[in-house]
């Protein structure tokens, strides 16, 4: 690992990982390397067992009751098209916020074009959705709605909780987009009243890319839900139809067993090192990033700017810079990692004022050191410098 | 010799979930291939202690955890 580096990308994928999600996949490949459900002998099983382990931590991590309803996922984008293409047919409508990320909009953008109609709610310049906007739209066909938890623009939390009441009173399917909160903030889905929870393995969770997954709450009618993928599950293999009950109805081909042996020593390094206390150290450092930054002349800065409003995610311009060039410079003159542009969410910087250029991100992770965004604060102030 | 009981589930994960829960309520329990003449399912079954069976079956109920057979085991 090279140490000079500063890392401010987490909200892309975090790193580095804690050494036990390494020593997890190492050990999980030398010692348990058979395919989990296939074949009933003892590296098979152990393999299993490892699978299993991590569904059933998850599950309750997120206050889920029943493992088995939830379904692993090769990332949120593809636990965002289960849920989509599986609940949504022509004629439905659907409630998204302004804020979401493409996982989100492209599916919706195409189920447009198969009939499916869209809403889109409002959100202000800090990213917020407001609560009335969604309300307003609800209507009898409204099958869905579907917001991101927190934006991987600027930050914002949502209102999460009062939206999966809304949605409980229509009798509308709340879906959540985890992507940024998952492993970030604490997440109930009975307390939030979320039916259907997208998250991602390789950020907050601090798992290795390819890991993911649906959690499919008790409202969630899965018979009914269309499939992407079809085949082997190890299970009724006398037949040649898709078993129907989970979470094999949705998990065809062999898993990510190894990348599912990372997830969950990586949840348990979440869980033994406390959420709110790795939130208290972000939040704490995002205070700091938002105060040192709003100080720079030439600096705009979008989102809340309010730590507790926003998980550890900033994004800002430099007036009379490009942000490629900011983004550049970061990286060759002070190896500073972060992500410029528009982050995969046109919508979000639609809303924000800041498309088609996009802005800079910075996403600091739990292993960021205060130092470190004191080295940041010091290289955006000598861009700015330069341009007064 | 205790006789044996073997529970059949739908999937694998969902043994596996028994396996657990029997475990933590102090259960002996084997994970073994599905014996052929209670399934053609290529999958694994759940090996218990045949005198434990109100037991397993309440542990099993208590977490609404479906099963498709449960059969006494021969020999």
New interface residues.
Partial sequence: MDSSLIYLDNAATSWPKPPEVVQAMASFIAESGGN??RS?HRLS?AA??V??QA??ELADFFGLD???RLVFTANVTEAINLALYGLLRSGDHVIASSMEHNAVMRPLRHLQREGVHLSFAPCGMDGHVSLAHVEKLLKTQTRLVVVNHASNVTGTIQPIAEIGALCREHNTLFLVDAAQTAGVLPINIEELQIDLLAFTGHKGLLGPTGTGGLLLGERVPFEEMKLLVRGG??????YEEQ?E?L??RFESGTPNSIGLAGLLAGLQFIKSHALDALREQETSQLARLIIGLSNLPNVRLFGPRDPSRQVPVVSFTLDGMRVSDIGFRLDEEYGILCRPGLQCSPAAHRTLGTFPHGTVRLSPGPFTKDREIESVLEAVERLSAELL | MSQYGVVLFSGTQAALRAEKLLERVGQVVKLIPTPRHLSSDCGVALRFSWAEQNEVVNTLDRARLAYETIAILDG
């Fill in positions: 989990p459900g009933g099983l299993g067992r699978v299993y569904r059933e029943d493992p088995l599950t190890g299970s009724r293999s006398e078993p009950f979470p094999d």
